[in-house]
């Protein structure tokens, strides 16, 4: 369903001289509604690409920062089996 809102836009001289150049006889309100609806369409698809990106971003920066922890729990348990004060495997008797 397709719902429509009357709005009032001001436009440049130069820029509206332009575009009624442009028009090759087709209706003014039309060309600058789906100009509108164009740009509306592209902007909200650049930021939903930019969203996309900064979620894998951060669930990528995450899974490091899990991979840090791992490593660094890791490293203390190796340090600790080397040291003496932990065994990983039991000792047969």
Same mark, same amino acid.
């Given at each position: 369903?397709?719902?429509?809102?009357?709005?009032?836009?001001?436009?440049?001289?130069?820029?509206?001289?332009?575009?009624?150049?442009?028009?090759?006889?087709?209706?003014?309100?039309?060309?600058?509604?789906?100009?509108?609806?164009?740009?509306?369409?592209?902007?909200?698809?650049?930021?939903?690409?930019?969203?996309?990106?900064?979620? #894998?971003?951060?669930? %990528?920066?995450? +899974?490091?920062? $899990?991979? @840090?922890?791992? =490593?660094? #729990?890791?490293?203390? %348990?190796?340090? +600790?089996?080397? $040291?003496? @004060?932990?065994? =990983?495997?039991?000792?047969?008797?």
């Amino acid at each position: 369903m397709t719902t429509s809102t009357r709005t009032s836009v001001r436009i440049p001289r130069e820029l509206l001289t332009q575009t009624k150049e442009l028009l090759e006889g087709r209706n003014f309100s039309q060309v600058v509604q789906e100009a509108l609806a164009d740009w509306v369409r592209d902007h909200q698809r650049v930021r939903w690409g930019d969203l996309i990106e900064q979620t #894998l971003k951060s669930r %990528s920066a995450s +899974r490091r920062a $899990e991979h @840090r922890e791992i =490593a660094a #729990l890791a490293g203390e %348990s190796t340090r +600790r089996i080397v $040291e003496g @004060r932990d065994h =990983a495997v039991p000792t047969p008797r």
